[in-house]
C-alpha cells in the first residue's frame, strides 16, 4: 500500500519562512506524481494552493511556492502570516489513483 | 463562476449502500480535461481520495475502496453520482467533490464543493 509522508506539525513564527515536505513510499516524487497541495482551515473545505508541483491558482498568494526538493515534494511559505495558520494536504498521483498525504498541522507562533 | 454542491443523505445505517450527488455548475464536463473527484474526511483526520470520472467517462478508483465504490455522470444533468456499497461506522465522513482538470502536462484539483457529512450509525 501506497502511503504519502508530511510532516504531522510545523511551527513558524510570523514573517518567517517554512517548508512543508511530502515524500512517497515508491520513492523519490518527480514531476511525474503531478503533486498538489491544499489548506484546509477548521470547519472549512479544502482550498487549493498548488498544482502539478509549482503552479499557482489565480486567487494563490504570492508567499506559497511548489517545489521538489530532495525527492520530495515541497511547499514553501515565505513572510508566513497568521492566516496561514491550517492543515495542509498534498496529493500525489500514482497511474490513475490519487495518494494524499497524512496532513501538516502548520501552527503560526 | 465554477461551483459544486454535494447532496445525498445525513444518516445511514450499517450495510446500506450511499448514494451521493455533487451538482456543479460553470463547466461541462464534456469537454475535454474535464473531470469530478470525490474526496471523503473521518471528523478529525486525513483526506482521502476516492474515485475520478473523465470527461471520456473514464474512471479510477481507490485501491483499497474499489470493490465498494461506483463513480457516473449525467452530463446533461451537470451532475457526477457517487455509490458506495456495505457502508460501516468507519466510513462516517464529511464528502467533496472537485473539479479536477488535466492537460498533457498538468493536473489540477482547482474548485471544491462545501462538502456533505455523512454518519453511519443503526
Known amino acids: ?109 | 463562476q465554477v461551483t459544486l454542491r454535494e447532496s445525498g443523505p445525513a444518516l445511514v445505517k450499517p450495510t446500506q449502500t450511499l448514494t451521493l450527488t455533487c451538482t456543479f455548475s460553470g463547466f461541462s464536463l464534456s469537454t475535454s480535461g474535464m473531470c469530478v473527484s470525490w474526496i471523503r474526511q473521518p471528523p478529525g483526520k486525513a483526506l482521502e481520495w476516492l474515485a475520478r470520472i473523465d470527461w471520456d467517462n473514464d474512471k479510477y478508483y481507490s485501491t483499497s475502496l474499489k470493490t465498494r465504490l461506483t463513480i457516473s455522470k449525467d452530463t446533461s444533468k451537470n451532475q457526477v453520482v457517487l455509490t458506495m456499497t456495505n457502508m460501516d461506522p468507519v466510513d462516517t465522513a464529511t464528502f467533496y467533490c472537485a473539479r479536477t482538470t488535466v492537460t498533457t502536462s498538468k493536473v489540477a484539483f482547482d474548485i471544491w464543493g462545501q462538502g456533505t457529512m455523512v454518519t453511519v450509525s443503526s
Do not use: M
Not at chain 1, 498568494?61 to 521538489?68: D, K, M
Not at chain 1, 492543515?87 to 501538516?104: D, H, K, P, R, S
Open chain 1, 1 to 109: 500500500q501506497t502511503v504519502v509522508t508530511q510532516e504531522p506539525s510545523l511551527t513558524v513564527s510570523p514573517g518567517g519562512t517554512v517548508t512543508l515536505t511530502c515524500a512517497s513510499s515508491t520513492g523519490a516524487v518527480t514531476s511525474g506524481y503531478y503533486p498538489n497541495w491544499f489548506q484546509q482551515k477548521p470547519g472549512q473545505p479544502p482550498r487549493a494552493l498548488i498544482y502539478s508541483t509549482s503552479n499557482k491558482h489565480s486567487w494563490t498568494p504570492a508567499r506559497f511556492s511548489g517545489s521538489l526538493l530532495g525527492g520530495k515534494a515541497a511547499l514553501t511559505l515565505s513572510g508566513v502570516q497568521p492566516e496561514d495558520e491550517a492543515e495542509y494536504y498534498c496529493l500525489l498521483y500514482y497511474g490513475g489513483v490519487w495518494v494524499f498525504g497524512g496532513g501538516t498541522k502548520l501552527t503560526v507562533l
